[in-house]
């Protein structure tokens, strides 16, 4: 049956071509796997892995290209990049590789795999905060306690609510889907297939697409987080969906304030008349308003091919500040591991509790207008300079006001602590340290991100200024109630 | 004006051509329903029905057939399926028959006059849950308590809310917009037409597209809920916004969590490319990622042809176990009609307040597993066995834990109750009573449904594992200030 | 480089030809501009604006055109209409005229300026709410009060919570991001460019986008509001994305209510095979179920051509009753200039706090009417006239039963403030009072919404009955509490 339909032309090929050459291992996995996935195998057909050998991409000009090595083994340049090209490579390194009928096989394709190919997006990516998303919450003590208490499964016991602790599965549920899990070999399991048993490596903590996945080879991340699945597409990658699996919820809600901005209302309106292969990307001609892609990390010029921005698969190499404020907004970390960040009072967070950053670990002013000026620059495609200054004004103004908001929460919280009206052991499970949570990690990231992102909903009235006022004055009452019962 | 328009050629015809013939009553009825709605009649052009007679749709193998019935009535066979062809049928059953310039019309076509073509549909669709969604909520005394706590308006008696008791309005605008009014017949009207006047039924609770309405001729069910209006796509049918308009918001967040999925990732970025017409629907080479459709209803098959699962009209069919809990989660019941049910304390829920299955009226383990494999086999169109198996591990385990935090949250209330600090006799009217619903019915449901459909916000933030620890902890410190303040 | 691709022609243009003229003046901005905003100028170039002259678009039937002045000054319509048509308009008027480089330009275009050829749809606007958007607050004292109250910074002293004042940066990113800001030269900057230094005006509160700007020329609003940036695209404005940008969130959720109706649902499914462009927009042919437009602003016609609803850009101008409860619903306004009225109780409000209406600020039941009939006409394009008139019963009870649950939210809150419990000098700071708004600003708002458009998670779960109900207790509740407390 997998025969018949392998002979139909993949997509890239005219109607009678066989197309460019697939190797011989690849062959025989989709004889088989045709059958048993056929929806991955026909995904994979649709990718350009499927219809471009290495040899042929490395032919374009530098700029056009999608491989970024020079260097690419010349086992692999001569054949289209199928299964077995991707899901061979390394082996020594991955704990996850197995034999399969005589052939040795990695369950879990990695970006050290991918690099083989892709050096400079593996690089960058390697050094940001996405390919640390695990270790920056799990080794990070402070994040570590916050995971556990909102993920914790409870009992009652003599009518208290008992917290019984958070298991692997909830939190590689929760967190740990978007952050990444620890994908462990934990064993082997054997299944039975048409040509005979199968002896598999058995994974802990898997599936898991978390784009800072640490892999059975050591290495961290997940392309397959932006990249989904088999086909591999960069109009998927472009888009802002891809994103939005991730940065959306009243935590981080950037997709939501993406959606109701105007550029995503053009977007929604005319995205189909747009061009979103075209390497590199051209404003104006191949799209007429931003998607996240677009202003974080794509490689666009102008119509005339003068270079706008260049790519950079560290996402936040042109931002120079963070708004996600932890709990103040702060200048972007020096390095993705955040980690290694101790504040003045020695706390693992990029600012002490009354605002003062980390500055050590963060990146200096300089640099933070260097990366200003790259991002007002892509603003700058279309809108005139008064408007770009005129924006990023504003968006200061909002980062203090912001600021000084969670500055008063977080000064409301401390009497409470001092008045032993919480317990500050685990500062983030008690209801009354959740309504100061929320002040900051809620409202004001929202408020910040509708600023940066022209949002009005979310600075307004989704977890916006009307909750960031109710709920400091609500956190006042219920601090003052709780001293008069005690 | 009508005529005119209507020699225009329909979409499925050549230009020159008049497409297939049309009965001498639906040409009666377009003549001036194309000047009264003539949105309605252009509908209805673009549809198959106004392009394919039954005796061509025959004609197609059985597994392309979009007709299920091997026995249409003669009469039928030979034109068009036109606005006379639906709304003449049965008409001695139909409470809303009447009179229409000496031709018998009824105003509201049913399931049942849909199944004289689609029979295996009709009869699939009848033993549902969804054929039975009012009389599950109307007829059943705990979810009728609540549908009156949650939409009776109310007023301020000496200071107090009182509520003054829910009206049919208010109900058919929200529960039973989804899950269908009781459609009668109430009397006549008579309106006044160019030909003459004309004496209609007078309809209560009308409209009404509730996928469990009760219909005028004594049928269930309303096709039009999922097969919008008069062009009935069968492509509107399997994109993820029919099931979105009913299953979605805080209580059953299934749209918004495929939102935030991969699968629905990809679907945004590229579902123009597919083909949403194809019968039977190839994974992979007709779509690339699932919609609703899918896993739970349609009729898949390989590239090659092989049935990876057939279709069903039961949208329940392929689900082993009832993520949404009332308040536990349970294994799917054995009858559409749940308000059969008992359980071991005698109340009309598939479980108790202590999580006991009313098993027998619930599937067994044996029906469950068979079903499990069924939806494992779906995914594994795409995903390896390894990749299923871990992600429904998961999901497992946050049914477990989800329930034990409903029992927390249950045997909170039930203390509250014993010691009167609120009243159960309408379990679901008070404040208190409100928190410990959101428990089960917010965070619970959306936890599990993220977990199933990788929508990692949901079982975090967004009515997730953040509200779920957040707010059992404030439901122990209220019951704690109520009993003081007692 | 810019010259490079000018070359290329206009997507309007056959290959080899050179398109339209385009005049002296535009072509110079074009050769700097297309270099410093490259992305701006595409967008031009995708616009009919670069495509057509007005003398061309003059030649069509009248109920085609897309220009409304009949007297279109001489030097404008021979040539396309460019950067300098447009941004040279009434420059006596703009206090924002500056010399570029020898040509007068102003920074920002009004509705003024777009009037010379869009003279119906300038005055139609003009006569709007929206037109009067920022007034309508900020002229307001009773809504002034509450601007200030949501967006004011606050500071902790002694323990207590103190707002510290609005900011107007603040109040440009929340209320007057939609609402429009005052756009006001304050002085001049000079920038380098490559020709030479440019004296430019200064501007405050800029950039904005609101709908209701006060622009530098005196006159109110901004077209590129709804017809954004340089395409000025028909198809932008019909899709419902351009109204979502503003009619979003918790406050006025009839994006969220479109987004889950049926209506929506084929919108989605189906709209790439619509006619966006169409003029005038034939009900059923070139679409087949309404966004936003059709119903409230664009002329329509039967497949035959008969006039179903005029154009109107007064978008209220089809609605009889203010469904935006302030704080109970009432007849639409007669003037779109809401500040002048004041209801019996001498307040700046619509209705009195116990649902009087100031009549003689509002349409008489006459003209009410007059546009239901208008708008159930619209309707009656798809449905029948029992459908309709079902629909629209059921939503003026839905109107009867929120104001009553306003009525009586209402009548606690003043024995609140008559107790001393909340002090109503400012009567939107304090977190009861924030409870109270939220009966009528968030839940009867929704509910309503939700009932008019079909969308029942609205009404029901998601800021609907179910929290209208529970917070109407809570707020009871609340008050005893404070009370006992006292």
């Not at 990718?47 to 010349?74: D, F, G, Q």
């Not at 692997?168 to 620890?182: L, P």
């Not at 292969?277 to 202003?295: H, I, K, M, Y």
């Not at 990146?363 to 408007?387: F, T, Y």
Request: net charge negative; proline share 6%.
């Amino acid at each position: 049956m997998a025969l018949l339909w392998l002979f139909l032309p993949r997509p890239g090929a005219e109607a009678g071509e066989a197309g460019p050459p697939i190797s011989k291992e690849t062959q025989e996995c989709l004889n088989c796997h045709s059958d048993y996935q056929p929806g991955l195998v026909q995904d994979w057909m649709h990718s350009l892995h499927s219809r471009v050998t290495p040899e042929e991409a490395l032919k374009k000009k530098p700029r056009e290209r999608r491989v970024s090595s020079e260097t690419i083994p010349a086992a692999l340049r001569g054949v289209v990049v199928g299964c077995y090209e991707c899901h061979s490579l390394n082996g020594a390194k991955h704990k996850d590789n197995f034999d399969h009928f005589d052939v040795r096989i990695n369950v879990v394709v990695s970006p050290a795999d991918c690099e083989v190919c892709h050096e400079v997006e593996a690089r960058e990516f390697a050094g940001s905060k996405k390919a640390h998303a695990l270790g920056n919450l799990a080794k990070n003590p402070v994040f570590h306690a916050l995971v556990e208490a909102i993920t914790s499964v409870a009992e009652l016991r003599d009518g208290k609510v008992m917290a019984a602790g958070a298991s692997e599965q909830t939190k590689n549920d929760t967190c740990y889907a978007c952050h990444g899990s620890r994908v462990e070999v934990v064993g082997t399991r054997t299944i039975k297939a048409e040509p005979g048993d199968v002896v598999l490596p058995k994974l802990a903590n898997w599936p898991n697409q978390g784009v800072g996945r640490e892999n059975p080879d050591g290495s961290l991340g997940a392309c397959t987080a932006c990249h989904p699945r088999h086909e591999f597409s960069i109009e998927v990658a472009r888009k802002p969906f891809t994103c939005s699996q991730c940065h959306m919820g009243p935590d981080v809600p950037a997709f939501e304030v993406y959606e109701e901005s105007k550029h995503a209302n053009i977007f929604h309106a005319k995205e189909r008349e747009w061009n979103w292969e075209q390497v590199p990307w051209r404003v104006g001609l191949d799209f007429r308003a931003p998607t996240c892609a677009v202003c974080h990390s794509s490689l666009l010029t102008s119509a005339g091919g003068d270079v706008l921005a260049p790519r950079t698969h560290d996402f936040g190499a042109r931002l120079w500040v963070r708004l996600f404020g932890l709990p103040y907004t702060h200048a972007q970390p020096k390095s993705g591991d955040t980690a290694l960040i101790r504040n003045r009072d020695g706390q693992p967070l990029p600012t002490t509790f009354t605002g003062q950053p980390a500055s050590e670990y963060l990146i200096d002013p300089k640099e933070q207008a260097r990366r200003q000026e790259l991002m007002k620059g892509v603003c700058r495609s279309c809108h005139n300079r008064d408007w770009v200054d005129g924006h990023f004004d504003k968006l200061n103004s909002t980062i203090r006001e912001t600021d000084r908001m969670t500055k008063a929460a977080t000064e409301l919280m401390q009497r409470a602590w001092d008045a032993g009206l919480a317990d500050r052991s685990n500062p983030f499970d008690e209801p009354l340290e959740r309504r100061w949570m929320k002040q900051w990690l809620y409202y004001a990231n929202s408020i910040r991100l509708g600023s940066a992102m022209s949002g009005p909903d979310h600075t307004s009235f989704q977890t916006g200024w009307f909750d960031l006022t109710t709920h400091l004055r609500e956190l006042q009452e219920e601090i003052e109630a709780r001293a008069k019962a005690k």
